[in-house]
């Protein structure tokens, strides 16, 4: 069925590490893939995305890789930051008449000083 | 730029007792979308919008009702609220243009059912 669900529950980091999130999906019919970044006591914001047709897209210290043949998709932040915690969330766009998407549950990082 | 703005931003409520949750958006979004969000627990959708008048059911419509007022407006009411309808709501919106289904979501409301 369709699913997106995360490896960790929670990760914790010392400041200055590279951070990886890591992210498992069902669906191979995918289209999308989106990061998101949930702050404590706001909504969830947009960091990266990336299409089914690539393996990696890079922002501003951050990182993407989709896997197709695990269907396994990663959020790589590097040097981490105090900054960088929150709760990060992945989720799948599926188009059908309309895009679907399917939030994971989400990941907590924890970066300490 | 406001982008998502949601009211109010915390409600304390009865058992029984109704009211609406607003939101607005000012990005020219067709779809809008309606979350709650329950603790360690991901986004569920409860109702979308793909366009200026209409809605359809997400994965957890019961006890709700929305309304598309218009483009930029999408209103959640509940009707006699329950405990079990304790949590953050989340209003979304978005506009496909190519790069999938990125969601801008604002600030949440917090709502508690005693």
């Known amino acids: 069925g369709e699913s997106v669900g995360l490896h960790l529950p929670t990760l914790s980091v010392q400041e200055g590490d590279n951070s990886i999130i890591n992210c498992a999906y069902s669906n191979s019919a995918s289209d999308y893939f989106i990061w998101y970044k949930q702050e404590s006591g706001k909504g969830p914001q947009f960091i990266i995305d990336i299409r089914s047709n690539m393996d990696k897209r890079q922002g501003q210290r951050v990182t993407v890789l989709l896997n197709k043949t695990v269907k396994h998709l990663s959020l790589q932040i590097a040097a981490t930051q105090p900054g960088d915690s929150a709760v990060y969330f992945c989720a799948e766009n599926i188009f059908g008449g309309g895009f679907k998407t399917i939030f994971g549950a989400g990941t907590r990082l924890f970066v300490k000083a | 730029n406001a982008g998502v703005t949601q009211t109010p931003k915390f409600q304390v409520l009865k058992t029984g007792q109704s009211m609406t949750l607003q939101c607005a958006q000012d990005?020219?979004?067709?779809?809008m979308y309606w979350y709650r969000q329950d603790p360690g627990m991901g986004l569920r959708l409860i109702y979308y919008?793909?366009?200026?008048?209409?809605?359809d059911k997400g994965e957890v419509p019961n006890g709700y009702n929305v309304s598309r007022l218009n483009k930029r407006e999408f209103s959640l009411r509940l009707e006699s609220a329950a405990p079990s309808q304790t949590s953050v709501y989340f209003c979304?919106?978005?506009?496909?243009?190519?790069?999938?289904?990125?969601?801008?979501f604002g600030a949440g409301t917090r709502l508690s059912v005693l």
């Open positions: 990005m020219n979004h067709n779809s």
């Open positions: 919008s793909a366009s200026e008048g209409t809605t």
């Open positions: 979304a919106s978005s506009e496909v243009r190519g790069r999938g289904d990125i969601q801008y």
